[in-house]
């Protein structure tokens, strides 16, 4: 299959699909939502999240037919392997923020051939800006190509985490914090992969499930991060991991926190 795909293509169709399930979102996003809890109270779904979910998984299927999909909320497939073309599609990233703040939380979809990223796309709904890019491509703000992020410590710069990691210091994640120049919890993973990939944060750490991190993964180590989990070991696409994402220095002092204990 690998012979037939067009990465340029890839990643325009890509592109297109979200941004047109952008302007769908962004069209209903003063509606009534129909909310439902999913693990906990803070996991949440909503009709927007399915029907957007319904419909790139449509268009993934129209467009290559032979491809597998792993999305959050069911409609794409059972998929116990990568082989082949493997699309991960996360149709609301923080859905808590679609909810509460009507800001802050992006649609996602990367594209893996064998395991391998090819493309991610990422779009800030709201702010209307989309990230693109992979390994052959190079990663784009909009129109603009995105250098490497500097390789700063973690003393120099933001850490992204998310709130449960901070409860109780777990996994050392109060400590990095107080090391860092200050903690930013944005609520989504994919809006705190575009600020690691600006060099506006230098690290974030998360548990996350495959589709929170594949488009957010390709992109970054396109640039030069480090996508790990918290230990510094490779990520699997079919498992939940607490991940984290930094600039080479920021990763590798998250990391050495972990083994002091
Ligand atoms: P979601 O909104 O697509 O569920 C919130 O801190 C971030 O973590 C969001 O990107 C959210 O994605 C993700 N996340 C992953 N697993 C979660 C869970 N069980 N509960 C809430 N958020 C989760
Ligand atoms: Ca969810
Ligand atoms: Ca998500
Ligand atoms: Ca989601």
Known sequence: ?????????????????????????????????????KSNRNDLVTN?????????VGEIRRAYPKARIVGEEGFGDQVDDLAGLVFFVDPIDGTMNF????????????????????????????????????????????????PKPQNLNLADGLLGVSGPLLRKDVRHMATAV???????????????????????????????MPWDF????????????????IDGNPLSMLSSKIVLIGTERTHAQIVALQQQD
Do not use: C
């Not at 592109?15 to 047109?20: E, P, R, V, Y």
């Not at 979809?109 to 190079?138: K, S, T």
């Open 178 to 208: 107080g090391q860092s120049s200050g903690a930013r919890i944005i609520g989504s993973a994919g809006i705190e992969f575009t600020k690691v990939l600006q060099g506006i944060e230098n690290g974030y750490v998360s548990h996350l």
């Open 214 to 229: 594949a488009a957010g993964k390709v992109m970054a180590e396109t640039l030069g991060l480090l996508v790990t989990d």
């Open 48 to 56: 927007v999240d399915k029907l957007t979910e319904k419909h790139l």
């Open 99 to 146: 909810v509460k703040e009507k800001e802050n939380f992006a649609i996602m979809i990367g594209a893996y051939l064998d395991g391998i990223g090819l493309v991610g796309v990422i779009m800030d709904v709201v702010a209307g800006n989309i990230f693109w890019g992979g390994p052959e491509l190079g990663v784009y703000k909009n129109e603009l190509a995105l």
């Open 1 to 37: 299959m690998s012979e037939s795909i067009n990465i340029w293509q890839l990643a325009s169709e890509i592109k297109f699909w979200i941004a047109a399930a952008a302007e769908n979102v962004k069209a209903h996003l003063h509606d009534d939502l129909q909310v439902e809890t």
